[in-house]
Structure formats: structure tokens, C-alpha cells
T-cell receptor, first 109, second 111 residues
Framework: KQEVTQIPAALSVPEGENLVLNCSFT??????LQWFRQDPGKGLTSLLL?????REQTSGRLNASLDKSSGRSTLYIAASQPGDSATYLC????????FGSGTKLNVKP | DAMVIQNPRYQVTQFGKPVTLSCSQT?????MYWYQQKSSQAPKLLFH???????NEADTPDNFQSRRPNTSFCFLDIRSPGLGDAAMYLC??????????FGPGTRLTVL
């Protein structure tokens, strides 16, 4: 069974810092990997989708990478802002989606 | 805008009183999912539909049922809610093996 792990569980950084969130998975037979943002009490907002044949995707200040062979993905956030404070989840897709428990990010003004 | 809509956003029910949550989509996606999410935990897949084909997770309690009368709508029925069923219920849609889009969720409280 696919296991998805996100480290760290929580992260607090000062505004303006560049940061990296990590996601690892145990089964490399995936169709894609998706990063989400979740604000407290809200649904999940899709940030980036990386297909299994791709190595990275970029959207604004966000860059996600995928290394299937090592079972790892990273989400890079440049020049963090207080509005980036949220929980970030990754999910890998085999025949269904498997989620990590998320990294709770706090960006301090 | 194409989107996933969930109603109601907040639902309060009494212990043992049946409740139905609804999800609709304007994305014309063939796959629809229901997840349960408890505080600080990952979303837990309850079941999903690939078109009309229903796929139940092995550990989804029998208390949870679902209906998908057409492509646009999907319902989650909780026949006899217990205190442990209080959670956020999330609906999502996708094309097969593609990006998932989530609704805003329904927060269920069981008294």
C-alpha cells in the first residue's frame, strides 16, 4: 500500500524567507503528484500538478519537483509572505489518491 | 466559473439521525470522490465513482452510503451518525488519473 509522508509537520519562518516542503512516497508507480493548500476550516486548493513523466512545475513563486525513482517531491516557496500561512498537502495518484498529513506553515510578519 | 459545490457548508445533526450531504460539479469530470477529514489529519477516502461505477474503500463503515444519480451530482448519506462521524466531508472531482478539484467541504457536527 502506498504511504505518503510529509516532513516537517509544522514550520515557522520569517517573512521573505525561501523555504522547501518535503513529500516522500513508498511506491514509485504513480500517475501524478499534486500539491494542495488548505486554509483552516476550508477545502483544498490545487497548487500544482506534476505528471509522472515530468520533473517539475512552476506557478508564480511556487516550484514543485518530482523524483519518482527516489520517491520524493519538494515544494519550493520563494519570498514567503504571511498570506502563505496554511497547511500544505501532497497527494500521489495511483488508481486513487493517497495523501500525506501535511505541513502546517506559519509565515511571521 | 467551473467549480465543485457542496451543500450545506455546515450541518448539525443529532446522534442517530440520518443526514445527507450533497456535491455538484460543473467541470463534467467523470470521477467523483468523497473524503472524510478530521482535525490535523490527512483526508481519508471513503469511496469514489468512475462514471457510474462505485468503488468503496475496504475500511469505510457500512453506515456511509453514496449515490450518484448523474454526472453532475453525488450524495453522501450517513444512516446513523455517531459522535465519531463529526468531521469535515470533502467532495472532489477529476478526469481519470488527472488533477483533483475540491469543493469547500461540509462541516458535520453530531450532538
Amino acid at each position: 500500500k502506498q504511504e505518503v509522508t510529509q516532513i516537517p509537520a509544522a514550520l515557522s519562518v520569517p517573512e521573505g524567507e525561501n523555504l522547501v516542503l518535503n513529500c516522500s512516497f513508498t511506491d514509485s508507480a504513480i500517475y501524478n503528484l499534486q500539491w494542495f493548500r488548505q486554509d483552516p476550516g476550508k477545502g483544498l486548493t490545487s497548487l500544482l500538478l506534476i505528471q509522472s513523466s515530468q520533473r517539475e512545475q512552476t506557478s508564480g513563486r511556487l516550484n514543485a519537483s518530482l523524483d519518482k525513482s527516489s520517491g520524493r517531491s519538494t515544494l519550493y516557496i520563494a519570498a514567503s509572505q504571511p498570506g502563505d500561512s496554511a497547511t500544505y498537502l501532497c497527494a500521489v495518484s495511483g488508481h486513487k489518491f493517497y495523501f500525506g498529513s501535511g505541513t502546517k506553515l506559519n509565515v511571521k510578519p | 466559473d467551473a467549480m465543485v459545490i457542496q451543500n450545506p457548508r455546515y450541518q448539525v445533526t443529532q446522534f442517530g439521525k440520518p443526514v445527507t450531504l450533497s456535491c455538484s460539479q460543473t467541470l463534467n469530470h467523470n470521477v467523483m470522490y468523497w473524503y472524510q477529514q478530521k482535525s490535523s489529519q490527512a483526508p481519508k477516502l471513503l469511496f469514489h465513482y468512475y462514471d457510474k461505477d462505485f468503488n468503496n474503500e475496504a475500511d469505510t463503515p457500512d453506515n456511509f452510503q453514496s449515490r450518484r444519480p448523474n454526472t453532475s451530482f453525488c450524495f453522501l448519506d450517513i444512516r446513523s451518525p455517531g459522535l465519531g462521524d463529526a468531521a469535515m466531508y470533502l467532495c472532489a472531482t477529476s478526469r481519470v488519473n488527472n488533477e483533483q478539484f475540491f469543493g469547500p467541504g461540509t462541516r458535520l457536527t453530531v450532538l
